[in-house]
Each structure stands twice: as structure tokens, then as C-alpha cells.
């Protein structure tokens, strides 16, 4: 069954039930239901009237949604797919309160569903970026003067990037981004990272932060002195400057406060954005997001940290 094409088309379609329905299945399951979602018996029937599976391993009865962001949810399908639909191709993300409005659910309810969705857009991939590579870092955090008086003092208690969250961020030229919340900006906290992403012999570009010192021994490793330049040829790291525009963009004019508890999740929504920009449609990037909801349940508790911790 095709997906729509435009947010329009995508209304219409998944009004129907079972247009949603089908739709889901297509997209968990491309090959067909092979096994149980809880036991991995390949036994099983399906109970048309009620949209369920009864499974002849655990003698259990499972939903389309088990074991995925779904799980647990009251609300419909069509609302889940239309909130897909918008923080998949929104290009400065979308607000709680805006998807509440739209899809006339609480705030709370559309803050929750966003969460779980920016869940199934992070990135498992462990193949290492090659080629040309930039590395660079910044700081997250909210301007003093912007805030109430009560957050401010609770939040602000030095100077400088003191209270603001560091995000590291490694980008093959060409290729995709990759990003994480940091501790510091220490020699071994950075270049663990990079290690960890770049693979060896790729041509490196990174400012002149001393924390980089060292790289070259693996690699092709050129700085660019912000304090002198922006731009040698080819040494620079404006691709990932670009990126950090966006992702600044998106948090001071649509979400305007981010707590650093959640911000990682922030990041794995404008990368799963950035990393599809090209050669990919509204159709295929819902798509791509549809195809990573199993596996990735995630509890209210959890979100709010009462739960087990919540990390990549």
C-alpha cells in the first residue's frame, strides 16, 4: 500500500483505520509477520474484528503495537502518523503545544508522543565516517536575560559556558552527522569520540582547541584558527557550523527551553533531519522513521528519569 506524498494527502489517508492499520503493518513487518513480539513463536493468528494476533507460543495476545514507541498508547494511529509526518519533515521541529492544537490531544499527551518519537529517529549505525571529516563543538544553553527570574537562579551560577550543555558533533563531508552530549571538551573525552566514529587515515578538520592535539598520528589530521581564519581551502568545519545553526534554530525559536536531561533526544531529531535532506522526499522520511519504532519503548517513567536510565 503507497504512503502519501504531502501532510494534506497524509490526513485523508490515514483517517481510515485501516488504511493506518495496513500501513503500520507494511512498515514494522515489509516481509510479513514472521514471530511473536514477545516469545518468537512463528505460530500465531490473526483476530481481524479486534486488529490483534493470538499467538500459539505464550498463548498471548499481541497488538501491533507491542514492542514498539506505540506501546501502551490510547491514542489512534492517524494521530501517531500525522505526528510523525510533521517532526520527520518539519525543518525547525514542531512544538508540543502546536501538535497538541493540531491533533486536539493535552500538551502533556503531545509531549510524550514527541519524545518517543525522536526516539525512533536516533541512529544506531556503526559504520565509521571516511574521507573528508569535521569535528567541532559547542554550547547549549539559554541566555540569562531571556529567563525568568527563578529559573535563572537556579540555573545560572557562573559565568560564561559554565551552565550551558557541550554537544560534540562529527561530520563526513557528503555524508552524515553524528552527535552527543559531552561532559567537557577534554583531550580524552574528544578525541574518544573521535576514534569512536572517524575511521583511520580519513582527512580530519577541527578548530585549533588544543583538546584535538595528537590526532595526527591517525590521521590527516588540519586545523583552522577561528582567531585568524574561518576558511584554508579546504580546512574548515562550516558544514558542521551550518548544523549547529540549525539545531540552535530549532531550540531557541520552536522548543525555547531544552532541559539538558533531554537535549540528546533534541539531537537525534535534527541529525534524522540532516542526514536525510538529500535525495529523500517527505514520503520516504516518514518512511525511513516508521521503519524504527520496534524495539524502542519508552515508558513515561523513564522520560522523566523515575525509571530506569534512558541513554543511546
Known amino acids: 500500500m503507497e504512503t502519501p506524498n504531502t501532510l494534506q494527502e497524509a490526513i485523508i ?104 518519537i525522536r526516539k525512533a529517529m536516533h541512529d544506531e549505525s556503526i559504520t565509521k565516517l571516511s574521507g573528508e571529516v569535521e569535528a567541532d563543538e559547542t554550547f547549549i544553553g539559554g541566555k540569562a536575560r531571556n529567563m525568568h527570574i527563578s529559573k535563572r537562579q537556579r540555573r545560572i551560577t557562573g559565568t560564561g559556558p559554565k551552565d550551558k550543555v557541550a554537544v560534540m558533533g562529527i561530520l563526513e563531508r557528503g555524508g552524515e552527522v553524528r552527535t552527543t552530549v559531552i561532559a567537557n571538551r577534554k583531550k580524552k573525552t574528544l578525541q574518544a569520540e573521535v576514534k569512536k566514529h572517524v575511521e583511520a587515515g580519513a582527512a580530519l578538520y577541527t578548530d585549533a582547541l588544543l583538546s584535538y592535539d595528537g590526532l595526527a598520528s591517525k590521521y590527516a589530521h588540519q586545523v583552522v584558527d577561528h582567531a585568524v581564519e574561518y576558511v584554508n581551502g579546504r580546512i574548515h568545519t562550516n558544514g558542521l557550523e551550518n548544523f549547529w545553526s540549525l539545531l540552535k534554530r530549532g531550540i531557541s525559536g520552536t522548543y525555547v527551553s531544552v532541559e539538558p536531561f533531554h537535549l540528546y533526544r533534541y539531537l537525534d531529531e535534527q541529525s534524522f533531519r540532516y542526514n536525510r535532506r538529500l535525495g529523500m522526499t517527505p514520503k520516504t522520511r516518514f518512511e ?25
Not at 513515561?300 to 536510565?309: D, T, V
Open 288 to 312: 525511513a522513521a516508521m521503519r524504527n519504532v520496534a524495539g524502542k519503548r519508552l515508558t513515561y517513567n523513564e522520560l522523566i528519569g523515575n525509571g530506569a536510565a534512558t541513554t543511546h
Open 13 to 116: 489517508h490515514f483517517s481510515d483505520p485501516d488504511r493506518a492499520f495496513q500501513c503500520a503493518i507494511n512498515l514494522r513487518w515489509p516481509n510479513g509477520i514472521v514471530s511473536c513480539p514477545r516469545c518468537g513463536s512463528e505460530k500465531h493468528a490473526f483476530i481481524k474484528t479486534r486488529r490483534i494476533w493470538e499467538c500459539y507460543g505464550c498463548k498471548r495476545q499481541f497488538s501491533l503495537k507491542v514492542g514498539t514507541i506505540f506501546e501502551d498508547s490510547p491514542l489512534s494511529l492517524d494521530k501517531w502518523m500525522c505526528g510523525f509526518w510533521l517532526l520527520c519533515n518539519c525543518k525547525n521541529g514542531v512544538s508540543s503545544c502546536e501538535i497538541a492544537s493540531s491533533l486536539g490531544i493535552t500538551q502533556k499527551s503531545a509531549w510524550f508522543m514527541m519524545h518517543r
